[in-house]
């Protein structure tokens, strides 16, 4: 049997003690599937999550890690139609961390031609994300002004760029002096230094016009600063917990400023929504890749023998995603 090289745990605890590199049997198509051989895969927060086993959803184990990636098409299952040799399509979304993986054929989501391969590997979980988190909360006018935490996150990028898109002002926090340049240079208005006690004078960052949004994937003080920092009747989405530290607040700014607090998790927009409006998300998220008004930076390519090299990166400071390319 053909062997391929995937990266597996077998229980769940901090990604540097429970992946493995293992050789695992290269997958033959059933009918009506196809087998996919991926060309790019990406590193993301909720990987660390699912192999905590901490996440929202938990795989049975031994599991094969990574959630986001792109493959081609490579062989195809009896009774296949519609479906080329060579299509470039999403790898499969909770397995992506081997070379080889078989998908039914209507579950694929094909990656337009105008979009890198490189750029496609990290279309699928952040920038949909952010596509949401700007459109399902608040209505947004150009004009109008937002703030986000870990502005230089995946997310935070694709925010930025969006938002700029639609004449949407950000202020972003982030954790480091050197990220400012370059965060104003991708299409930021404001960039502050968490506990720099910004949220005290945000008027003067924002020409006096209020904060409609607040887009929070950290937690603890950070959240915080955003809740004292956002107007009368503004919105506070929470999508992310990079600290690991809750969100708290003090009633003062629910009861007096009648501040509103949300929730989003793309998967769930997923199943709830159903294929059609995923699809159009996606859609718009291409449709941005292709034209160049959005592109996310690569901090590192790693292949899977040096996963622990991809890993270490990954968790020292940076801009831009770590990718595997097998
Ligand atoms: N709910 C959803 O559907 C959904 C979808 C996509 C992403 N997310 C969440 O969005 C967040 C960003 O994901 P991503 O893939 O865009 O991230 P990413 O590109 O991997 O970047 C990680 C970000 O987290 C920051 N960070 C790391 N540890 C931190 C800490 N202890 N305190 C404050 N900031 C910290 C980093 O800042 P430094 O550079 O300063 O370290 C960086 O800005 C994650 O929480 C992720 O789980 C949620």
Not at 7 to 12: A, D, V
Not at 43 to 63: F, V
Not at 217 to 241: I, P, R, Y
């Amino acid at each position: 049997m053909e062997k391929q090289q995937g990266l597996r745990y077998h229980e769940f605890g901090k990604a540097e003690s429970v992946l493995r590199l293992e050789s695992l049997p290269v997958p033959e198509p059933e009918a009506g599937a196809v087998r996919l051989r991926l060309l790019a895969a990406t590193i993301n927060p909720s990987d660390y999550g699912r192999m905590d086993g901490r996440y929202g959803s938990l795989p049975e184990l031994p599991a094969v890690a990574g959630r986001e990636g792109v493959g081609v098409v490579e062989s195809l299952g009896a009774g296949v139609e519609g479906v080329k040799c060579g299509q470039r399509v999403r790898f499969c979304d909770n397995e992506a961390w081997q070379e080889y993986a078989c998908l039914p054929s209507d579950r694929l989501m094909p990656v337009p031609d105008e979009v890198s391969t490189e750029q496609a590997a990290m279309a699928f979980i952040n920038p949909p994300t952010a596509y949401c988190l700007l459109r399902q909360f608040v209505g947004l006018e150009p004009g109008d002004w937002i703030v986000q935490n870990a502005g230089n996150s995946a997310v935070g990028l694709a925010v930025i760029q969006m938002a700029k898109a639609l004449g949407i002002h950000t202020l972003n926090q982030v954790r480091r002096e050197e990220l400012v340049e370059p965060l104003i240079a991708l299409g930021a208005d404001q960039v502050v230094l968490e506990d720099s006690g910004w949220e005290r004078s945000v008027g003067d960052l924002t020409d006096g016009k209020p904060l409609r949004l607040a887009l929070n994937s950290v937690g603890g003080a950070s959240a915080m600063a955003q809740l004292k920092a956002l107007g009368d009747g503004g919105t506070q989405v929470t999508f992310g917990g990079m600290t690991g530290e809750a969100v708290r607040f003090p009633t003062r700014y629910l009861i007096f400023s009648d501040v509103r607090l949300a929730g989003f998790w793309w998967d769930q927009y997923c199943r709830k929504s159903g294929r059609a409006a995923v699809e159009k998300v996606m859609h718009a998220v291409f449709g941005m890749l292709a034209e160049g008004s959005l592109h996310l930076p690569i901090a590192g390519r790693y292949s899977f023998s040096d996963y622990k090299g991809a890993l270490a990166h990954d968790q020292r400071p940076r801009l831009g995603k770590i990718l595997f390319i097998p």
